[in-house]
């Protein structure tokens, strides 16, 4: 059987998509293969709302939060930590040597654009993280607030949107954002196995006086070949082939403005059979549009629960780590379609007898 994926990544990808990645297989040192990421970029950075350079790699999204610190942390960063994949950031600049400070706020909250411009005023620092959507608490950061904060300091903004990119509006030049990377596994739904980020030009200099930024992910050897229009390794071609056609479906087909509604649509269907039913995790304000944090205030048992979608046809999400009982997530994210997200409320409505 066939099952929706109702789990924050990956997302169920369509039928179009896996066509158009079985495709012939093509050589990395081909002019097709450099056509291919071409278009890719040129599209990316209507996506992205970018100038900036854009490296494609294969790799999940973790791989470039370990680059973009190791190509960008010079001396000491500042991780911004309110859930499970911002304080993962911390733990990664630790594994690689990196000094660095954990700002910490509540799971469930949102960074105080206030607290994070006082740390920064201590000048310690010359990066800072930030986790653009919380997948593990269902917030948004006030990123445009964040980003007016940040940019009074010289420091590096790095900034993960792996869970808002294709989905929610991001500006990256008119954010300042000097490295913004993202995994297609979410809300871009395409097959995991792609990471892609944007490195502005200040980040790239910045990054050709840090030594030790390692090899597979050295953003200047990634620059260097995108001069030729080629990748330092072999690319995932399939991928890039679903990747090429996924973007011109988003940018052409549905449009960007209506795939950002459609999305703000699915945030609030879901916030209301939340509110109407459970509560929210987060505060309203800064619930997400991607993935909606459930406060399980009626103590259902998830498990029992993800069982009986399971055999309808659904795969439920169970809260992330600490939050596993007393939250769960609805990811409405990616392709998804309005109709189903209801039909799935339903779905669960009829086996809690709601
Ligand atoms: N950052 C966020 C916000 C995420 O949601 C995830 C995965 O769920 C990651 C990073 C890590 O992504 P990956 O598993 O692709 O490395």
Not at 115 to 124: A, F, G, H, Q, V
Not at 286 to 309: G, P, Y
Request: glycine letters at 6%; proline letters at 3%.
């Amino acid at each position: 059987m066939e099952r929706k994926l109702f789990i924050p990544g990956p997302v169920d990808v369509s039928e179009d998509v896996f066509k158009a990645m079985s495709r012939p297989m093509i050589g990395h040192r081909e002019r097709e293969y450099s056509r291919l990421i071409e278009e890719c970029v040129e599209n990316l950075k209507k996506l992205m709302f970018t100038e900036n350079n854009i490296f494609i790699v294969p790799s999940s999204s973790t791989g470039l939060m370990e680059a973009a610190i190791r190509n960008c942390v010079k001396e000491k960063c500042l991780n911004i930590c309110n859930g499970a994949f911002s304080d993962r950031w911390y733990d990664i600049a630790i594994a690689n040597g990196k000094n660095a400070d954990m700002l910490k706020f509540e799971w469930g909250d949102a960074p105080d654009p206030k607290l994070i411009d006082e740390k920064l005023s201590t000048n310690e620092y010359d990066a800072i993280t930030l986790v653009h959507n919380e997948t593990s608490t269902g917030v948004t950061a006030p990123i445009e607030k964040i980003s007016r904060v940040v940019r009074k300091h010289d420091v590096t903004f790095l900034v993960d949107t792996v869970s808002s990119m294709g989905a929610i509006k991001i500006e990256v030049d008119k954010l300042e954002i000097d490295v913004c990377l993202f995994g297609v596994q979410k809300a871009m739904a395409l097959p995991p196995g792609l990471a892609i980020c944007s490195v502005s030009e200040r980040a790239l200099e910045k990054s050709k006086e840090i030594s030790n930024r390692g090899y597979y992910f050295d953003f200047l050897k990634y620059l260097k070949y995108w001069k030729k229009k080629q990748t330092p390794t072999t690319g995932a071609i399939s991928l890039l082939h679903g990747l090429r056609y996924q973007l011109d479906k988003i940018l052409n087909k549905e449009g960007l403005e209506n795939r950002f509604k459609r999305h703000e649509k699915m945030g609030r269907i879901a916030r209301k059979w939340s509110k109407a039913n459970f509560d929210l995790f987060p505060r309203e304000e800064f619930s997400s549009n991607t993935v909606t944090c459930v406060r399980n205030t009626m103590n259902i048992d998830c498990n029992k629960l993800k069982e009986e979608l399971y055999n309808r046809g659904y795969v439920f999400s169970n809260g992330y780590g600490k939050l596993a009982d007393k939250t769960f997530r609805i990811a409405h994210m990616g392709d998804r379609k309005i109709e189903e997200l209801k039909e799935y409320l339903e779905t669960i409505n009829e086996i809690l007898n709601l």
